[in-house]
């Protein structure tokens, strides 16, 4: 299936836009892209592009989001088996994070390795400040990740800003654009990345070969 045809399957359902999907297509396959990590894959439709550009490479997308993404309609086991990619991608529901899964991966032996780190969900200093310390240790030199939402604050969050959860947060922390703080702070700093980009709501960054 070709990018318009899955746009026109996809149309309706949130997040990953057509641009978005295009320009991560065309990125996969420019850098020879084989193996992905998705962290936060909701109803999974950045989850079936990204597998899609893996097809020529014969890649696979390792995805992981909360136990309530399972409930979701559509859910990611339905977009893929729709699009006849649920064989490309490797699928974990966890309870209370990624970073926990990230832990186990980071158990086996060997520790499972990747070119790309496509980040898209807490959004949260606490968690993907963390995310990013072990997505590194994942993360083949040369490889990439890309952070989704680099603008994004808890009080923009349509779905989050009534939580109490939000009400109840500093004012100092609800109003903090935190992916971009990781981005600045803790990327941006790491002598071991480079190649620094911003597209869009994405912010880009290598992990250097040497
Ligand atoms: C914006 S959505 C992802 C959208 C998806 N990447 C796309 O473009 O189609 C963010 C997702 O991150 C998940 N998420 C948030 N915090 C998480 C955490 N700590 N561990 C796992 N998943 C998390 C949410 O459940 C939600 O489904």
């Known amino acids: 299936m070709n990018i318009q045809q899955m746009h026109k399957k996809l149309a309706s359902i949130p997040h990953m836009s057509p641009k978005q999907a295009?320009?991560?297509?065309?990125?996969?396959?420019?850098?020879?892209?084989?193996n992905v990590l998705e962290l936060g894959f909701c109803h999974g439709v950045s989850s079936c592009y990204i597998?899609?550009?893996?097809?020529?490479?014969?890649?696979?997308?390792?995805?992981?989001?909360?136990?309530?993404?399972?409930?979701?309609?559509?859910?990611i086991e339905t977009l893929s088996k729709m699009l006849g990619l649920e064989n490309r991608m490797e699928i974990y529901y966890e309870p209370t994070s990624y970073t926990w899964r990230l832990m186990r991966f980071l158990e086996k032996k060997p520790i499972p390795k990747f070119d790309l780190c496509y980040i898209d969900g807490a959004h949260s200093w606490f968690v993907d400040g963390f995310a990013f310390f072990l997505v590194d240790r994942l993360l083949n030199p040369g490889?990439?990740?890309?952070?989704?939402?680099?603008n994004w604050t808890y009080l923009m969050s349509p779905s989050l800003r009534k939580t109490q959860m939000v009400k109840e947060m500093p004012w100092d922390e609800k109003c903090c654009r935190q992916v971009k703080k990781?981005?600045?702070?803790?990327?941006?700093?790491?002598?071991?990345?480079?190649?620094?980009?911003?597209w869009h709501h994405w912010a880009i960054a290598k992990k250097l070969k040497a």
């Not at 295009?22 to 084989?34: G, L, R, V």
């Not at 490889?143 to 680099?150: A, V």
């Not at 990781?182 to 911003?198: I, S």
């Open 182 to 198: 990781v981005f600045d702070l803790l990327v941006k700093t790491d002598p071991r990345y480079g190649e620094f980009e911003t």
């Open 22 to 34: 295009e320009y991560i297509t065309k990125f996969i396959q420019d850098n020879n892209i084989k």
């Open 143 to 150: 490889g990439y990740i890309i952070f989704d939402d680099i």
């Open 51 to 75: 597998a899609s550009a893996l097809e020529a490479a014969d890649g696979k997308l390792v995805t992981i989001d909360l136990k309530c993404a399972k409930y979701h309609n559509p859910n």
